[in-house]
């Protein structure tokens, strides 16, 4: 009905216009038709426009085309969402699997090298320390050992906190009682006493007592009457005469402390002194037949080293027969300790004027190990070898002869050490 309506209306509507236009074609400039026409479209437009608010005008119904297009996207949406869900879906996961799966084992085969890679390398490494430890290390402390053990090079460990070792020097010409050509054993001996008294109080805390001075222990020795040989010749002891020659008046015994037999007694009484007065003390041995090297290696462990030795008799000796010192084949020299040492030269604390003597080590070696067997006094030019002994044994000391003082560390028994004495002479010293 609609639709007829609508038609009816467009009709009267086409007619009014033609009538309308027939009017102004023939002069007509009566504008009532047109209005009129106007007027009409106008309702008709209102009528429309009422008819569509009143109604929901239908749409035409679907063509058949319309209806296999939507049934062809309709079956390609559920094509793809089938393909989509049953196809790629699984694949995607399939595929994602086999790689998380692949990203696992790769990690897995990672993560187990590096376990593997961390564990060879920590073995490596105790490997490398287990060798350093048992073979390198012990090996290069040996060989260090061995460097040590044969190296000529010393020096006197000595605390700083004390009096430097050159200060305990002593001059054995300064002797009052005239016999200072002879006191260099004595005088060796109050040195040794003054620098042990001076570490020991140190080492115990305790309150020094006070230095002795070569003068006034020579004194205190002539003061004993007889027993004073035992440490010393007294210092008012004649010249020696022998049979034919006569006196030997170059050449007093007077003021002699003899290395061997009466030093070690000396040494001793002032260990035992320390001994009751620190609780510290010091033990000797004497032995002779040593090389350089055991100098080097008694110096290194902080021992005092006495050196025993021999000066060659002076060549321009005017009268041999009647030189003591010829006799014994030189002038006999105790001095030390030695303070340091090298391949080169040895250093000594001496009883001269100066504080110190410093050989060079083929000096030393000379001086060290001339024999002091009694002999005719021969020329000295006269090979060694070809001159010949009146007795076998030495007179002073026999070749290669040092006294080595050991400090105590610990608090030591309250006894005296015993002297240790051995004899170990070897026929050639071993630099």
Not at 307 to 330: C, E, F, K, R
Request: net charge negative; proline share 8%; aromatic share 10%.
């Amino acid at each position: 009905g609609e639709a007829k309506e609508q038609a009816k209306a467009e009709k009267e509507a086409e007619a009014a216009k033609q009538e309308a236009y027939e009017a102004f074609k023939e002069g007509e400039r009566d504008t009532t038709a047109a209005d009129a026409w106007l007027a009409q479209q106008a309702r008709a437009y209102d009528d429309i426009e009422n008819i569509r608010a009143a109604r929901v005008i239908d749409p035409p119904p679907p063509s058949i085309w319309d209806i296999i297009k939507k049934a062809a996207a309709d079956a390609w949406e559920t094509t793809k969402a089938f393909v989509q869900e049953k196809v790629v879906q699984p694949a995607k996961d399939a595929f994602d699997k086999a790689v998380t799966t692949a990203q696992n084992i790769v990690a897995t085969v990672h993560n187990k090298y590096e376990e593997v890679k961390k564990e060879a390398i920590q073995k490596w490494e105790n490997t490398k320390q287990w060798m350093y430890t048992h073979i390198v290390q012990p090996t290069k402390e040996a060989w260090d050992s061995v460097k040590l053990y044969y190296s000529p090079a010393a020096e006197l460990k000595w605390d700083p906190a004390l009096r430097p070792i050159e200060s305990f020097h002593q001059d054995q010409y300064n002797v009052t009682s005239g016999t200072g050509d002879v006191e260099c054993v004595t005088t060796t001996v109050v040195m040794v006493r003054n620098i042990m008294n001076e570490y020991l109080a140190h080492l115990s805390n305790q309150s020094q007592l006070p230095d002795l001075t070569v003068d006034g222990y020579i004194k205190d020795l002539d003061s004993k009457g007889f027993e004073e040989l035992k440490y010393r010749i007294p210092s008012n002891t004649p010249d020696l005469s022998l049979p034919i020659i006569g006196p030997i008046t170059d050449s007093s015994p007077a003021g002699w402390m003899h290395p061997r037999f009466q030093m070690p007694y000396a040494l001793n009484e002032f260990a035992a002194e320390f001994d009751r007065e620190y609780g510290y003390s010091y033990t000797i041995e004497q032995s002779s037949g040593n090389s350089y090297l055991d100098i080097a290696r008694n110096v290194r462990e902080g021992n005092l080293v006495i050196i025993h030795g021999m000066w060659n008799v002076d060549p321009s000796q005017t009268n041999p027969l009647t030189n003591l010192h010829a006799w014994i084949g030189g002038t006999p020299h105790t001095l030390g300790p030695v303070i340091s040492m090298d391949a080169n030269s040895i250093t000594i604390l001496d009883t001269g004027a100066k504080n110190t003597y410093t050989f060079t080590r083929d000096e030393f070696m000379k001086f060290w190990g001339e024999p002091t067997n009694v002999q005719v006094p021969w020329p000295q030019w006269l090979p060694e070898t070809l001159r010949v002994k009146v007795t076998p044994i030495n007179t002073y000391t026999p070749p290669w002869t040092m006294t080595v003082i050991t400090p105590d560390a610990v608090v030591s028994p309250t006894s005296a050490p015993a002297s240790s004495l051995t004899d170990t002479t070897t026929s050639t010293p071993q630099p």
